[in-house]
């Protein structure tokens, strides 16, 4: 029985299907000492946490890049204790005789920069939290603007000091989509084959003021203090709020309405103006799980790198897909209403018909079919990567 107590539009699952032949894996750092941003910045120095699955082969050809989504991690399969409660988030499809099969190939992903899960312990990531050497203080809003080529180059450095050159194929749920996609436009000689799940080639209109709206309960938060709060604690508020708008966009509205209570049974509402409808309560309850883990500057350094995302991060995003040479599949949820089926399908129509696929993942959760209903695409994705 699947149980989601963390719903997430770019999203965090607390709980997963188990099984038996979950990996067991570890976490590792990697730190740059001097990173360069495409906006021209310089951070010094940029760690991030790393793991990986099954066996580089000699000549280092059987690598598959996993690039997480919004508020995930690494943490893509298997455990880090045998007792663990839960697995990596796709669990279902990276294994040993899975659809992504690690008898056959090795399976790495790498937090993101900003990545949102600051206080979980599995966790290591360079931000807006971390203390900046140069002043003793945590970066804050002073930490520069980073982007989507931000996130592929560091994954690039990661790979390159173990020695990788070339990706058999690169796999990205959401977010996740715009950095396999970034990769395969950056590096197109380096990338053979290009999955982009419930993604995009680019961020609408529609879209950025979406994720906007994710952004504006933190900075209204008087406890926000501009970004300033580290030595006072989170904009709980804020940041809960904002959670939970996260948690209904990830949602097909069938799906939200068969798990939330029905308003028709709320009676106070209709006495008192100031009085809350239990789904609003359900959902701060379970934002407020999320947010004990994550940090409200970190969440809008990610809403600003999805916003600003669009292939080949310049005014074209279709002309930058013709660069692309990876085999494709466009892997969308057909309840998606975040990034919508239709946002897929215009970024695979940019690209050769004879280079690219398309199908859709069925299920009833929306957005998150990408993750909890990923079993449901596991065969066209092994045949694929065959």
Known sequence: MLRVLILNCFILLVSLPLHANSLLVTKHAFEIAEFHTQNGAVIRPVRVGWEAYGSLNADKSNVILITHFFSGTSHAAGKYQPDDATAGYWDAIIGPGKAIDTNKFYVI?????VNANVYDPNVITTGPATINPATGKPWGLSFPVVTIADFVEVQRQVLESLGIEKLYAVIGPSMGSFQAIEWAVRYPERVQRLIPIIGSAYMDAWA??????????????????NGDYYAYGQPRQGLTTALAYITQDALYPTAFNARFADPVADQAVQHDILAPFTVWQQLLSQAEQRAQLQDANHILYLVRASQLYRAGMGA??????????AKTLFLPATGDQLLLPTMSKRSAAAMSASQVSYAEIPGEWGHLDGIVNIHAVAELIATFLE
């Open 109 to 113: 992903s790498v937090d993101t920069l």
């Open 208 to 225: 950025v003021t979406r994720l906007e709206r994710w952004a504006t309960p933190i900075k209204q938060d008087p406890a926000w203090r």
């Open 316 to 325: 074209n995003w279709q002309e930058a897909l013709k660069t692309i040479q």
